[in-house]
Structure formats: C-alpha cells, structure tokens
C-alpha cells in the first residue's frame, strides 16, 4: 500500500501539474489545431521550464545537504524550491506569452503563480500540501476553461476529481500531511486558477 502511495505522489507530483495542463489544453481546446511539432514544443518548454530544471535544483539541495529528501518533508527546507517554482512558471509564462498563446492560456499560468506565491507565505507559518495545490490546480483551470469555452470534457473531470481523491489520500497515509493540510492545498490550487481562468474572460470584453 505504501509502494502504490508513493507511486500516485510521484506520478502527480506537483513539478508535472502545469506540464499536464499544457497537454490537456492542446488536447480538448481549439489549440488541437496547432502542428505536432508546434504542440511539441510547447509541452517540451513547460516540462524543462516546471519541471526538470526546478526538480535539479531540489535534487541539488539535497546533495549539498541543504534539504534532507526530495520530498521536503520539513516545512522551511520549501522556502527555496517555491522560489525557484515561482520563477520557473513565470519564465514559461513569459516563454508562451513569446510564443503568442491566447490570454487565457498565460491567464492559468499567472493564477498558478498567485497559487505558489500564497503557498510560500503560508509555509512560513504552516506546511500546506503542494501535491494538493497542483492537483487543485489542474482541475481549477479544466473547470474554468470549459466553462468559458463551452465544452464539457466531463470524463476528464471525472479522471482528474478521482486522481486528486487518490493523491490526497496518498499524501495522508504517507503521513506527509494532515487531511486539513491536503484539503487546504486543494482549495487554494482550485480557486487560484479557476478565478484566473474567469478574468482571463472578462479581460476579452475590457
């Protein structure tokens, strides 16, 4: 049970979640009509940018004794690595702001940052689950998306409603965090990217 909560927490962990935004809004919104190699490059830039370079510097941090896992069990080993998080996504924001993707898609990438930046002033006071924020997350931006695109890709809802159930619970049995921690995560993930995905709209009429 352990070796599958382990599983769950690396496979959603929180590095990927704007790597499986990109895929799923290339995927279900009028961005599928973009080239593969087009596509390509977008997933690639915001899998180095949110991923491989901020997890090379936690595994650094490691090394060099600085944090005592990969995991970051204890809450001020996260200071640096939500530093680090914050300019990683505000880079790839920049990077498809460059690569002139819609508002609404740097929109979700801004509400991510707000999201970190609230949960590194958090951290100061009490750890809240970043497994949970990223999940929240990532199910924030599919429901604020589809209701301003007018889609309704409702068996993504119920993949992504299930993961963030089984990453919550991971993250309990684990013993990583407590239920209010997980649950808190989850709601400042949510609301962060949901709220940016609805101004991104209104911004449309401004």
């Given at each position: 049970?352990?070796?599958?909560?382990n599983?769950?927490s690396?496979?959603?962990h929180?590095?990927l979640m704007?790597t499986?935004?990109v895929?799923?809004a290339?995927?279900?919104?009028?961005l599928?009509?973009?080239?593969?190699t087009?596509k390509?490059?977008l997933?690639g830039?915001?899998?180095?940018?949110t991923?491989?370079?901020?997890?090379g510097?936690?595994?650094?941090?490691?090394?060099?004794g600085?944090?005592t896992?990969m995991e970051?069990?204890?809450?001020q080993?996260r200071i640096v690595p939500?530093?680090?998080f914050i300019?990683s996504?505000?880079f790839?924001?920049?990077?498809?702001y460059k690569?002139?993707?819609?508002?609404?898609?740097i929109?979700?990438?801004?509400?991510?940052?707000?999201?970190?930046?609230?949960a590194?002033?958090?951290?100061?006071?009490?750890?809240?689950s970043?497994?949970?924020i990223?999940?929240?997350?990532?199910?924030g931006?599919?429901?604020?998306?589809a209701?301003t695109?007018?889609?309704n890709?409702y068996w993504?809802?119920?993949?992504v409603?299930?993961?963030a159930?089984?990453?919550?619970?991971?993250?309990?049995?684990?013993?990583?965090?407590?239920?209010?921690?997980?649950?808190a995560g989850?709601c400042?993930?949510?609301i962060?990217?949901?709220?940016?995905?609805f101004l991104?709209y209104?911004?449309l009429?401004?």
């Amino acid at each position: 049970m352990r070796l599958l909560a382990n599983i769950i927490s690396g496979m959603f962990h929180p590095l990927l979640m704007v790597t499986y935004g990109v895929v799923l809004a290339l995927t279900f919104t009028y961005l599928v009509i973009y080239p593969f190699t087009m596509k390509l490059l977008l997933v690639g830039c915001a899998f180095l940018s949110t991923a491989v370079i901020p997890g090379g510097f936690i595994f650094l941090l490691v090394k060099r004794g600085a944090a005592t896992d990969m995991e970051l069990a204890r809450r001020q080993e996260r200071i640096v690595p939500y530093l680090i998080f914050i300019m990683s996504v505000m880079f790839c924001a920049f990077y498809m702001y460059k690569m002139m993707l819609p508002f609404w898609f740097i929109s979700l990438l801004l509400g991510v940052c707000v999201a970190l930046i609230l949960a590194l002033l958090i951290n100061f006071f009490w750890k809240i689950s970043a497994h949970t924020i990223g999940i929240g997350g990532l199910l924030g931006g599919i429901m604020g998306i589809a209701q301003t695109h007018f889609i309704n890709p409702y068996w993504v809802f119920i993949c992504v409603i299930i993961i963030a159930g089984l990453v919550g619970s991971a993250r309990i049995f684990l013993k990583r965090h407590t239920p209010i921690q997980v649950y808190a995560g989850f709601c400042l993930g949510f609301i962060c990217t949901f709220v940016a995905s609805f101004l991104s709209y209104i911004y449309l009429f401004i």
